[in-house]
């Protein structure tokens, strides 16, 4: 699995991103000029994009930069920009491009929606803003799809400190509608002055990465550079591009959810599809939640490749509005699958070596189960005969 690896400790911001992506993609057919002519499919004038490279402290980086003529001074709301986008996938823009677009604008309205009590459709943006944020965003999403990129993942971010001036006035740092993205992400509270991660960073984040820090090889960094100079950090973004197992058997992602108001058929169910999506194992366990109420956890241990699936599934079939879920290390014994004829049929045997060397077997559940219903016989009498095939 194909993946980038945001390195956020000194934050992240549109420009940042797609300065690192470009950076870290030049031998992966990533140009700057190949990006206007993508991003010249959509129907956005008065500005141009240019990059090169540029010292932050002594960090070589790539300094992306949209520059904006002068515009007269309007208002597009996210469903304009809704149309915008798929419009240019009308004129060629690639599914993708369109789709991972889509999805950050996407949560920034919502989130927007939320802070101004507004209907997401309502949410306007102004006129300088919408430019800066559809190229920075659009183009995050063009070098992504252009370098194939299955997945992106994200470690802890800095929520930064201070105040920033907005159209709105002084707020707080993280602003208000940023904070809100966060949700679900490890955050360093306090970490660095000023805003260090800025709507639109945080909104690419939301909208396309996961807050796991999975192993991978890393093929290629990219380094993009910030606006700001900071006095305590060299304000740079990188970008890590690698190869993940997605079937490692040392590293698997627990996904949690709390319930309290399923009916345990209906959650036995949900189970049920979990595990035929390829979660590794689906258990549910009693506990008391919040005013005294008995409720169920569900817990998922997934592949980092199944994890977006099977969070989909578990908000659409369960009562659940969020899962939770973090990378966890495990130690995994070596193990084969042995067949043994008894005189009942075929049955596999998990052989499972222990750390002293012995050898310990256990036949399959589903061939034992399988056979002695066919057969009408006590499972206990066809895991015996299993047993004795084996040690014969």
């Not at 036995?268 to 194992?281: C, F, I, K, N, S």
């Not at 005013?291 to 009562?319: I, Y």
Request: aromatic share 4%; net charge negative; hydrophobic share 40%.
């Amino acid at each position: 699995m194909k993946i980038v690896y945001f390195d956020t400790g000194s934050g992240i911001s549109g420009d940042m991103t797609v300065g690192a992506l470009l950076d870290g993609g030049r031998n992966r057919g990533l140009s700057v000029d190949r990006l206007a002519d993508a991003l010249g499919l959509l129907d956005v004038s008065g500005y141009r994009i240019e990059d090169g490279p540029t010292d932050v402290g002594q960090i070589r980086a790539n300094s992306f930069k949209v520059l904006i003529d002068k515009a007269p001074h309007l208002h597009r709301d996210w469903g304009t920009i809704r149309r915008l986008i798929e419009d240019a996938g009308g004129r060629g823009l690639s599914d993708g491009t369109v789709s991972r677009s889509l999805r950050v604008f996407e949560v920034l309205a919502l989130a927007e929606a939320k802070v101004h009590g507004v209907e997401p459709d309502k949410v306007h943006f102004h006129e300088v803003g919408a430019i800066d944020s559809v190229v920075d965003i659009v183009g995050a999403a063009w070098c992504l799809d252009t370098l194939a990129i299955d997945a992106c993942f994200v470690g802890p971010l800095p929520s930064g400190s201070g105040y920033v001036m907005t159209e709105h006035g002084r707020l707080p740092v993280p602003a208000p509608a940023t904070a809100l993205l966060m949700e679900g992400f490890e955050i360093l509270a306090g970490d660095g002055k000023g805003e260090l991660v800025t709507p639109t960073g945080m909104a690419i984040l939301a909208g396309l990465a996961k807050p796991v820090r999975p192993g991978f090889a890393v093929e290629a960094v990219g380094v993009g550079a910030g606006t700001m100079r900071l006095d305590d950090r060299p304000n740079v973004l990188r970008v890590m591009i690698g190869e993940c197992d997605a079937t490692d058997d040392t590293q698997v992602v627990e996904m949690v959810a709390d319930i309290d108001d399923m009916t345990p058929e209906a959650l036995a169910h949900v189970a049920e599809r979990l595990r035929a999506d390829g979660a590794r194992d689906v258990t549910v366990t009693p506990l008391h939640m919040k005013k005294g109420r008995t409720g169920m956890r569900l817990t998922v241990l997934c592949d980092v490749e199944h994890l977006s699936a099977l969070a989909d599934r578990t908000l659409n079939e369960s009562s659940s509005i969020g899962v939770r879920y973090r990378m966890l290390g495990r130690v995994v014994l070596p193990r084969r699958i042995e067949q043994v004829q008894t005189e009942y049929g075929t049955i596999n045997v998990k052989v499972v070596t222990r750390p002293d060397g012995r050898e310990t077997a256990e036949p399959e559940f589903d061939d034992v189960a399988r056979i002695a219903l066919e057969r009408d016989l006590p499972f206990a009498t066809v895991r015996d005969a299993a047993t004795r095939a084996r040690s014969h």
